[in-house]
T-cell receptor
Framework: GNSVTQMEGPVTLSEEAFLTINCTYTATGYPSLFWYVQYPGEGLQLLLKATKADDKGSNKGFEATYRKETTSFHLEKGSVQVSDSAVYFCALSEEWASGTYKYIFGTGTRLKVLA | EAQVTQNPRYLITVTGKKLTVTCSQNMNHEYMSWYRQDPGLGLRQIYYSMNVEVTDKGDVPEGYKVSRKEKRNFPLILESPSPNQTSLYFC????????????FGPGTRLTVT
């Protein structure tokens, strides 16, 4: 079946370091891809998305490019801040049966940024 | 304020005692969904509703029921809770499924003893 695989955490970085969180997926069709972020004690919120191959999603200094050839959607940020400490989820949405959609999330990657 | 609300936020109950977790959205969204979040497993979809007429199972529907009698509400029902349903539950909604952002509620932490 379809799946999303993320690198395991936790990832611990110093402030201003470069961040990469890997995400690969398996899907039978042409999914939309998302990164969500979860701050402690809160629900998930959308960070960025891409809906077709070669699209780049970006927000708050984070970027991810939809790579169909490698089935990947890696999250990057050039300079992390302490306030970026959170859990990051990669997810896909794909049409399942005629007209219906399902969402699949990765297991989440915890990021801790040290001052 | 556009939001998804869930109640209760915390619930401790005993095995077999029926419970309902409510979910409501004020954004006129068609698509609504329930997830459970467990350590090491991420979020898994329990049920989803394309609109008030179409509701279907997600990846882990066993032991849960839902209803979508009106567009804004999508309650999650546990007829006979068991300890393996102890988890953090999230309701979410989106304008349409597929390429649109999902908006998540604040979560309900359920403990079944």
């Amino acid at each position: 079946g379809n799946s999303v695989t993320q690198m395991e955490g936790p990832v611990t970085l110093s402030e201003e370091a470069f961040l990469t969180i890997n995400c690969t997926y398996t899907a039978t069709g042409y999914p939309s891809l998302f990164w969500y972020v979860q701050y402690p004690g809160e629900g998930l919120q959308l960070l960025l998305k891409a809906t077709k191959a070669d699209d780049k999603g970006s927000n708050k200094g984070f970027e991810a490019t939809y790579r169909k050839e490698t089935t990947s959607f890696h999250l990057e940020k050039g300079s992390v801040q302490v306030s970026d400490s959170a859990v990051y989820f990669c997810a896909l949405s794909e049409e399942w049966a005629s007209g219906t959609y399902k969402y699949i999330f990765g297991t989440g990657t915890r990021l801790k940024v040290l001052a | 304020e556009a939001q998804v609300t869930q109640n209760p936020r915390y619930l401790i109950t005993v095995t077999g005692k029926k419970l309902t977790v409510t979910c409501s959205q004020n954004m006129n969204h068609e698509y609504m969904s329930w997830y459970r979040q467990d350590p090491g497993l991420g979020l898994r979809q329990i049920y989803y509703s394309m609109n008030v007429e179409v509701t279907d199972k997600g990846d882990v529907p066993e032991g849960y029921k839902v209803s979508r009698k009106e567009k804004r509400n999508f309650p999650l029902i546990l007829e006979s809770p068991s300890p393996n349903q102890t988890s953090l539950y999230f309701c979410a909604s989106s304008l349409q499924p597929g390429r649109y952002e999902q908006y998540f509620g604040p979560g309900t932490r359920l403990t079944v003893t």
